[in-house]
């Protein structure tokens, strides 16, 4: 288990930007896929992005563009930029990290942070 502290969330304007931060305290990231799930009530949690271990990412279709994840290994941290931001961004972000299977990119996310709830609105 790795202990996860998201951070950066907010009231933003719609077109407005956030940078949400994923932080592991006490851990290394180098050898994990980290992710970015968004929750809205009454619906299930959905992923947004991620990225692998050696840097490959994937951004779902609706924010290819706009949010853009990262990593900085050294510093222990995910990041997830989100630009042009939208009423149907907003919901409560998490990060997760995992040890995907060989034949995939991410995956297998077995620790989870508390969340950061983002919302756009004007």
């Known amino acids: 288990q790795v202990r996860l502290v998201e951070s950066g969330g907010g009231l933003v304007q719609p077109g407005g930007s956030l940078r949400l931060s994923c932080t592991a305290l006490?851990?290394?990231?180098?050898?994990?896929?980290i992710g970015w799930f968004r929750q809205v009530p009454g619906e299930e949690r959905d992923g947004v992005a991620c990225?692998?271990?050696?840097?490959?990412?994937f951004h779902r279709d609706s924010v290819k563009g706009r949010f853009t994840i990262s990593r900085n290994n050294a510093e222990k941290k995910g990041y997830l930029q989100m630009e042009d931001l939208k009423p149907e961004d907003s919901g409560v972000y998490f990060c997760a990290v995992g040890l995907p299977p060989p034949t995939a990119m991410c995956g297998n996310f077995s620790s989870w942070g508390q969340g950061t709830q983002v919302t756009v609105s004007s």
């Open positions: 006490g851990s290394t990231l180098e050898n994990y896929a």
């Open positions: 990225i692998s271990s050696d840097g490959r990412t």
